[in-house]
């Protein structure tokens, strides 16, 4: 699983690009708004289809929702962007949103030895990083960093949660946020962000049981229920995208960059 729901300002105008000699996307920079006191987060978002039609009408410094895109992370660049999606232009009334849900696999086992890992601060804080491998289609996968920070005290204590549950090859669904720090460097006096993915909550993939049953539905509807319609007679958005509208099919390369593997037992640097 890959879905992120978003809310943004776009920092241009939406462009028309060529992705193939039949498909094209809008592509527009986005910023989305920082999470306490963190920096805002720049991406990439690129609309295919009839998304696109309505995203490549929207004005430069406009408040967008993006609905369902898919969060990708180009290890090269170091950059995130988002795939497809539904996008509305919304007022300050919406709420801010900033939902990302992954799953995969974990790439590596957590060294308590490692600060880069795992580390306690002197205000009693816990915080440990860990990086999932989702995968991309075509026997690739992206990599991505996310951090779990919390106090002793808290009831939730996903730090914790990952240090003791999560090993390489465990299966792994989290909900985060994407958020961005930001400094400027001692030696060369420039501006730096790094982007990552804080945890919010997080399901572990279950066991498997050779002893388990097949659920059997308990509840019986009669087939001459008729149901009523709903937003008269209006059919929800197709999301079909360019790259394939059949189920679990590939998401697109991104561009210059040739995927990590979904079994690449490297370990990135944090």
């Not at 995968?135 to 996310?146: E, P, Y």
């Not at 400094?183 to 982007?195: G, Q, R, S």
């Amino acid at each position: 699983m890959n879905l992120s729901f978003l809310c943004a300002q776009t920092v241009g105008v939406p462009k028309e690009k060529a992705i193939s000699e039949n498909s094209f996307a809008t592509v527009c920079d986005l910023l989305l708004p920082p999470v306490g006191n963190k920096a805002p987060t720049p991406i990439q978002l690129n609309v295919y289809g009839k998304a696109a039609e309505r995203f490549a009408r929207v004005p430069a410094g406009a408040q967008i929702y993006i609905h369902g895109s898919k969060l990708r992370y180009d290890l090269n660049s170091k950059t995130y962007s988002l795939q497809g999606g539904i996008v509305t232009q919304v007022d300050t009334a919406f709420p801010i949103l900033n939902t990302v849900v992954l799953s995969g696999r974990c790439v590596k086992d957590i060294d308590q030895e490692d600060a880069r890992a795992f580390k306690t601060t002197a205000d009693g804080l816990m915080i440990c990083n860990q990086t999932l491998s989702v995968n991309t289609g075509r026997n690739q996968a992206d990599l991505f960093n996310f951090y779990a920070i919390n106090a002793a005290e808290d009831k939730l204590n996903n730090a914790e949660l990952l240090v003791n549950f999560t090993r390489k090859g465990t299966g792994l669904s989290i909900q985060g946020k994407l958020v961005t720090d930001s400094w400027v460097d001692k030696e060369t006096k420039e501006k730096k962000n790094l982007t990552k993915i804080q945890l919010v909550s997080m399901t572990l993939a279950p066991k498997g049981n050779t002893e388990s049953k097949p659920i059997t539905s308990q509840t019986t509807v009669a087939s001459s229920t008729d149901v009523g319609s709903l937003w008269g007679g209006k059919v929800a958005e197709d999301l079909a995208e360019p790259w394939g509208s059949q189920h679990g099919a590939s998401l697109p390369d991104l561009p210059g960059y040739a995927m990590a593997g979904a079994n690449d037992d490297s370990d990135p640097p944090f």
